[in-house]
Structure formats: C-alpha cells, structure tokens
C-alpha cells in the first residue's frame, strides 16, 4: 500500500462528459502529480502541484484542469470528454516535489469514455 | 523533442537468470527514475538516481550520465519479477518517458 489513495477506482461515461478524479497523497507529502497512461502514448505526466501551487505541467490539455486544496489532496477535472481520453489516470506524491525524492503511487483510476 | 528509449521491448527468462534492461536519454536529467508496472496496473517507483549506483535487493540500477545511459538489472530472476519495467527522464521540471519493457519469467 502506497499510501495515495484515488477515487474513483473506474469511471465510465460517454463523450462530451466532464469527470472528475480525486486524489490524496500519503500523508506528510506535499506534492501531487498526474500522469495519463493510454495504450496508444504510455505514460505521460500532465501537471505537478506543491503545497497548492502548481510547479510544472507537461502534456495537459486544455480541456483539462486540476488544483490542490488546502488539505492537500488534489483534484483533475476532465471535460468535453473525447474517446481518445480513455485511459488510466495515475496520481502519484512526494514529499516536497523535487527530483531526489522518491514518487508513491496510487492504484489509478480507470477512465473508460464511450 | 526528449526521447527516452528502452531496449529489449520484451523479454522471456528462465527462473534464475541475470537480466539487463537498457535505457537511454536524450538530455540532461535531474533525475533518472525505474518504474514497475504489475499486469493488474499498479505502479511502483524502483529508484531514482542522478549518478552511480543503487542496489534494493535483487534488484541493481546503474547510470552514466556522460553516455546518457542507464541500466537496471535482476539477478536470480524469479517469477514475481515479471513485469513492465518503465525508465523515466525527470529534467527538472518536465518527465519524459520509456515505451517499458516486458518482463517475463519463466518457472
């Protein structure tokens, strides 16, 4: 058990739907991440937050958005949902965000559009 | 464009045997992370390193950050290794990452 834990485990909708997919870190991490792992690109990372801020983005699009709230869990809205948005959707924590320090990840969240 | 290419794609072992899985990068890292990927999807995170060597068990990472190169290799493979194992490029502020390699061991 990592410790990050997502909600929901699977999530089945249909195209031009927003969701939302929710994760809290392990406790004592600041930062969150968000990657999107689909069969066609593997893993990509989308967007970091530390302690509320975001500190890098990667490859998210715009019809995508997410943020960290003051309790520290984190949240990635998707909307105007296309077919090639399903995927798993990994969030991961560490401790304060910078490269040296180790990433524990949650189980993911099965996105499935149809 | 950052490209991190990993090598072999897949790979079958006998139980036992000494495996190498390569990975190389395309700039210059702040990080270089080993990722494992269990058939039911879950992720956990090997080891990151920015130079040297790290050992967790069975399991041994290497880098060469002069040749952009890194490799992870398990010795006495046994079932419950297998796995895709994914090498990730952590510049900084940007991750970049491996296709995987398919690990499969054999009893």
């Known amino acids: 058990d990592s410790g990050v834990t997502q909600t929901p485990k699977h999530l089945i909708t249909a195209t031009g739907q927003r969701v939302t997919l929710r994760c809290s870190p392990r406790s004592g991490d600041l930062s969150v991440y968000w990657y999107q792992q689909s069969l066609d690109q593997g893993l990509q990372f989308l967007i970091q937050?530390?302690?509320?801020?975001?500190?890098a983005k990667g490859n998210i699009l715009e019809r995508f958005s997410a943020q960290q709230f003051p309790d520290l869990h984190s949240e990635l809205n998707l909307s105007s949902l296309e077919l090639g948005d399903s995927a798993l959707y990994f969030c991961a924590s560490s401790v304060d965000g910078t490269p040296e320090q180790p990433q524990h990840f949650g189980d993911g969240t099965r996105l499935s559009i149809l | 464009k950052n490209e991190v290419e990993q090598s072999p794609q897949n790979l079958t072992a006998q139980e036992g045997e000494f495996i190498t899985i390569n990975c190389s990068y395309s700039?210059?890292?702040?990080?270089l992370h080993w990722l494992q990927q269990h058939p039911g999807g879950g992720i956990v995170s090997l080891f990151m390193?920015?130079?040297g060597k790290k050992k967790h068990g069975r399991l041994i990472a290497t880098i060469n950050i002069q040749e952009k190169h890194s490799s992870l290799h398990i010795t006495a493979s046994h079932p419950r290794d297998s796995a895709v194992y994914i090498c990730?490029?952590?510049?900084?502020?940007?991750?970049?990452f491996g296709t995987g390699t398919s690990l499969t061991v054999i009893p």
């Open positions: 390193l920015s130079s």
């Open positions: 937050y530390y302690n509320g801020e975001e500190r």
């Open positions: 990730a490029e952590n510049t900084g502020n940007q991750f970049y």
């Open positions: 700039v210059g890292i702040s990080a």
